[in-house]
């Protein structure tokens, strides 16, 4: 013999508002209907913005009047200036001033290095009394060659990266 399953109590509630607060609320809910059910404004009719005063008209013709008698000291630079950098010597990486004004200082910058460094190698070679031998030569070449390559690989990065940016 089993048991059956226990009985469900099911209850209910029931809540409403405040009995003072009924009054208004129910009124509330009435003059939010009259709203949807006829959405224009019917509290009032005329313009609901203030007029201007005759300062602030004066004022606004003066901006106005500046604006259209200044405008070609303003605009004719603003489009010389677009016309500049969206031309072909800006957009192109190979011709862009700027793109080549970097690779050029990292390359100066790569070049720095090397002539303390062939200081160094000369000096080197005229303390050991192989001045001008092919040890030095071999050395000079490999500094020049290690400072040719930093300035290439620099150029090489900053090109690509304008490239890759959307500048050509």
Do not use: H
């Not at 607060?21 to 224009?40: G, I, M, T, V």
């Not at 404004?41 to 005759?54: H, I, K, L, R």
């Not at 100066?108 to 160094?120: F, Q, R, S």
């Amino acid at each position: 013999m089993s048991k059956g399953a226990p009985a469900t109590t099911v209850s209910e509630s029931k809540s409403e508002p405040w009995l003072e607060a009924q009054p208004y609320l129910k009124r509330s809910y009435s003059e939010a209907e009259k709203l949807f059910d006829a959405p224009d404004p019917s509290y009032y009719s005329g313009t609901s913005q203030a007029g201007f005063t005759a300062d602030q008209l004066a004022s606004q013709a003066g901006v106005r009047d500046f604006a259209s008698a200044s405008k070609g000291s303003v605009v004719n630079p603003a489009l010389a200036a677009y016309q500049y950098g969206t031309g072909s010597s800006v957009l192109d990486v190979a011709n862009n001033p700027y793109v080549k004004s970097m690779a050029s200082q990292a390359a100066l910058d790569a070049y720095a290095g090397l002539a303390p460094e062939l200081a160094g190698i000369r000096g080197g070679a005229i303390q050991s009394g192989g001045y001008g031998g092919g040890r030095q030569g071999i050395a000079e070449g490999a500094a020049l060659t290690g400072a040719v390559d930093a300035a290439n690989r620099a150029s090489a990065g900053i090109y690509s990266q304008a490239y890759g940016q959307g500048l050509c």
